[in-house]
């Protein structure tokens, strides 16, 4: 077992910092899932950690030990990448096996790290199948088996879903996510999914252009996120945003927009008394827009009027894309709503749920 530390590490390619600045540390069996766009230095970030890219500057600690010199065989990790990569002429068994007779492992050893792993991932029926006569599905719990039997001190995962259907992504995230609890080890795991971070990670690191923007819980990147970057990519449907001037009114503050004015709570208006007068960025979650029929009780809700300009039916609700002043935004609304194309309709914002930012500058939360 082995806690992780990366210590202002940067990685150029030529002019380009790939990995720029970042300092974090994974603790000792944690699960930790760094997620970004595509190109953002996340996937560079895991081959520096396993040896297959050299650091420009800083520092990687596994355990406690700086490796930047360290050899990728000597660092005790096992990396599965988002190619199977199996050997197409050795069986299931001798796949799994291979790295370990490499090592000159004796055969009983071997035998029993590879069916260890192998029920653990229900691949005892397949040991003596070739990767051909294999699902997709299959082949990654193949290529993650082929990780297990080493036994490594660390688990890295380059996107391993990424080539599976969708039900086989719901499937396989939660046999990695078991794998986890059962070897109580190390993962980090990287993913341009922000639902598999979401419900696979104890912790989430967001990078953007090989900076790092937070790191936290999924549920509090969620509920707090530390910008605009973060919250858009942190939920399915995106955060809504929109450009806002905060200003007073009737006694309290209120957000001006092009199309709508929205009261904030009072609970919440001390936060932005510096920032009144100022142009602002107001978010609202999809989850947070409601038909006001259906508003959930007790909540301190503002009500715009917006037109219905496509409608969505998901079954257990409806996610409606709403147009006011000119400013498309996206509700996930009760499925009982009786809003359809071409409405003129009342929608109602959760404001206990409101976010606020900065519009200038790397656009942060207002707290």
Do not use: W
């Not at 050893?109 to 599905?137: C, F, H, T, Y």
């Not at 990670?201 to 973060?230: C, E, W």
Request: glycine share 6%; hydrophobic share 40%; net charge neutral.
């Amino acid at each position: 077992m082995a806690s992780v530390v990366y210590d202002h590490v940067t990685k150029r390619f030529g002019d380009v910092a790939a990995v720029n600045d970042l300092s974090l540390h994974v603790a000792d069996k944690e699960f930790l899932v760094l997620v970004g766009p595509s190109g953002c230095g996340k996937t560079t970030a895991l081959r520096l950690l396993a040896g297959l890219e050299e650091i420009s500057d800083g520092r990687i600690l596994i355990d406690e030990r700086v490796v930047n010199d360290v050899p990728p065989k000597d660092r005790d990790i096992a990396m599965v990448f988002q190619s199977y990569a199996l050997y197409p002429h050795m069986s299931v068994y001798d796949n799994m096996a291979f790295g370990l007779k490499l090592r000159k492992m004796p055969k009983e050893d071997i035998k029993r790290r590879v069916n260890e792993a192998a029920q653990m991932l229900d691949l005892q029926e397949l040991l003596e199948r070739k990767p051909r006569q294999l699902s997709g599905g299959q082949r990654q719990r193949v290529a993650v088996g082929r990780a297990i039997v080493r036994e490594p001190k660390v688990f890295l995962f380059d996107e391993p879903l990424s080539n599976l259907d969708a039900k086989l992504r719901v499937q396989t995230r939660a046999q990695i996510s078991k794998l986890h609890q059962r070897l109580a080890t190390t993962f980090i795991y990287v993913t341009h999914d922000q639902v598999e971070a979401m419900t696979m990670a104890t912790r989430i690191a967001v990078i953007k252009d090989g900076l790092l923007q937070q790191m936290d819980s999924p549920q509090s990147l969620y509920d707090h996120p530390g910008n605009v970057f973060v919250a858009g990519f942190i939920g399915s449907p995106a955060m809504n945003f929109f450009t806002a001037r905060l200003a007073r009114a009737d006694g309290g503050l209120a957000l001006e927009t092009r199309g709508f004015a929205v009261r904030v709570p009072a609970s919440k208006a001390p936060a932005y008394e510096r920032h009144i007068g100022k142009e602002v960025i107001f978010g609202i979650r999809p989850e947070d827009v409601h038909d006001t029929a259906f508003v959930p009780p007790q909540t301190s809700s503002a009500s715009i009027e917006a037109q219905v300009d496509v409608t969505e039916l998901m079954g257990n609700e409806i996610f409606v894309h709403l147009v006011s002043g000119n400013m498309p935004f996206i509700g996930r609304i009760d499925p009982r709503s009786t809003f359809r194309v071409g409405d003129r309709v009342q929608a109602a914002f959760n404001m206990d749920h409101m976010h606020v930012f900065e519009k200038e500058g790397d656009q942060t939360a207002v707290r």
